[in-house]
């Protein structure tokens, strides 16, 4: 999973590069580059589970007040059609897929066992507490 998260942060880093030439890039760049830098932290095998939960959360919300807009997308097809002023709820759905991704991603690390690592001064559980079992003579 580590290697995976090495080329999401790759492609992710991608996806904030691209936006930069978008209208409103500020949004989309940031999401986009923190999704890469915390998919980067956990190839590094770093905690990102809160990072990573609070990213998943934002995409959330964020999709949330773009599905009224993309619902107007009369084909699924169309979302592969070429930009027009006309239409802009196929940018507004490709926008859509862009957090889908960032969330289905970011909740997956959330919710991996690896998303936390032991620090290194915790003591590791005591073992459990056995009475003496009486012995007979």
């Given at each position: 999973?580590?290697?995976?998260?090495?080329?999401?942060?790759?492609?992710?880093?991608?996806?904030?590069?691209?936006?930069?030439?978008?209208?409103?890039?500020?949004?989309?760049?940031?999401?986009?580059?923190?999704?890469?830098?915390?998919?980067?932290a956990f190839a590094a095998r770093?905690?990102?589970?809160?990072?990573?939960?609070?990213?998943a959360s934002i995409a959330l919300?964020?999709?949330?007040?773009?599905?009224?807009?993309?619902?107007?997308?009369?084909?699924?097809?169309?979302?592969?059609?070429?930009m027009d002023i006309m239409r802009?709820?196929?940018?507004?759905?490709?926008?859509?897929?862009?957090?889908?991704?960032?969330?289905?991603?970011?909740?997956?690390?959330?919710?991996?066992?690896?998303?936390?690592?032991?620090?290194?001064?915790?003591?590791?559980?005591?073992?459990?507490?056995?009475?003496?079992?009486?012995?007979?003579?």
């Amino acid at each position: 999973m580590r290697a995976l998260a090495a080329v999401l942060a790759l492609a992710l880093f991608g996806f904030a590069a691209v936006q930069l030439n978008d209208p409103d890039p500020l949004g989309w760049t940031a999401i986009y580059a923190s999704a890469a830098l915390v998919s980067l932290a956990f190839a590094a095998r770093r905690t990102v589970r809160p990072y990573a939960g609070a990213l998943a959360s934002i995409a959330l919300v964020w999709a949330l007040t773009l599905v009224p807009e993309a619902l107007q997308l009369a084909r699924l097809a169309d979302v592969t059609a070429r930009m027009d002023i006309m239409r802009p709820e196929i940018e507004i759905a490709r926008e859509l897929g862009g957090l889908t991704i960032v969330l289905v991603w970011m909740a997956t690390l959330a919710l991996s066992p690896r998303a936390t690592r032991p620090s290194s001064t915790a003591r590791p559980p005591a073992p459990p507490h056995r009475a003496p079992t009486p012995t007979r003579s």
